[in-house]
């Protein structure tokens, strides 16, 4: 059983373009959330996503920032017009329906912004 | 708010000897509690957790945490650290009750283990 699938694990862009980061749960797995992580710091949560529902957006910045979890396909998680700020380590982690509390991490994507 | 505290920032330990990694808790009502640890450039791993029941927790590669009500700490141990046990090691608390699993994480703990 494949883990929690994270790409690009690097992602280099200059400020004013599109990011967009892509998760694959585990298999059987119907939540997904999404951390940042920046230097120095612990994770912040983001958001958190059901398939097709965003049940908790508390942690995004509120604009130019944004998640979907589609009914087929990966999470994405999308930073429009990125600025220097942005640059972290991006986690998704993902937990089975009969499980919720234990979360299960990829292995991030890196984006760092020039 | 739901929140955790990692009073160090790194933790030195000779290879062999017992470590410890200290987190303590604010919570309103009962807290699910997790450990995980993070190697270089890697995801994280989960260690434990506890939800419910027995106050000593046995996890992953042979760490165990011990929940402690009264004192809101929830510390992870090892009896004999690895070298392969240097990483940065994370307390997180879920943050709201039933219907939302969200973590709020700690800063984080440097171990380094010295052969």
């Known amino acids: 059983n494949a883990g929690v699938m994270q790409n690009p694990r690097h992602l280099v862009r200059r400020r004013g373009q599109e990011a967009r980061l892509r998760c694959s749960p585990m298999?059987?797995?119907?939540?997904v959330y999404w951390y940042r992580q920046l230097p120095e710091e612990g994770l912040k949560f983001m958001v958190y996503?059901?398939?097709?529902?965003?049940?908790?957006e508390s942690g995004m910045p509120k604009e130019r920032f944004s998640a979907e979890f589609p009914k087929e396909g990966p999470s994405i998680l999308r930073i429009q017009q990125v600025v220097r700020g942005d640059s972290a380590a991006y986690f998704c982690?993902?937990?089975?329906?009969?499980?919720?509390?234990?979360?299960?991490f990829g292995p991030g994507t890196r984006l760092l912004v020039l | 708010a739901q929140s955790v505290a990692q009073p160090e920032d790194q933790v030195n330990v000779a290879e062999g000897n017992p470590l410890t990694v200290k987190c303590t808790y604010s919570v309103s009502g009962n807290p699910y509690l997790f450990w995980y640890v993070q190697y270089p450039n890697r995801g994280l791993q989960f260690l434990l957790k506890y939800i419910t029941g027995d106050n000593l927790v046995k996890g992953s590669y042979g760490f165990e945490a011990e929940f402690n009500k009264s004192q809101t700490s929830f510390h992870l141990k090892k009896p004999s650290a690895l070298v392969s046990d240097s990483a940065l090691y994370f307390c997180a608390v879920r943050v709201l009750p039933y219907g939302n699993n969200r973590l709020a994480f700690g800063k984080g703990n440097q171990v380094v283990v010295i052969p």
């Open positions: 996503l059901q398939k097709e529902n965003i049940i908790d």
């Open positions: 298999k059987g797995h119907s939540h």
């Open positions: 982690a993902s937990s089975p329906p009969n499980n919720q509390e234990t979360q299960y």
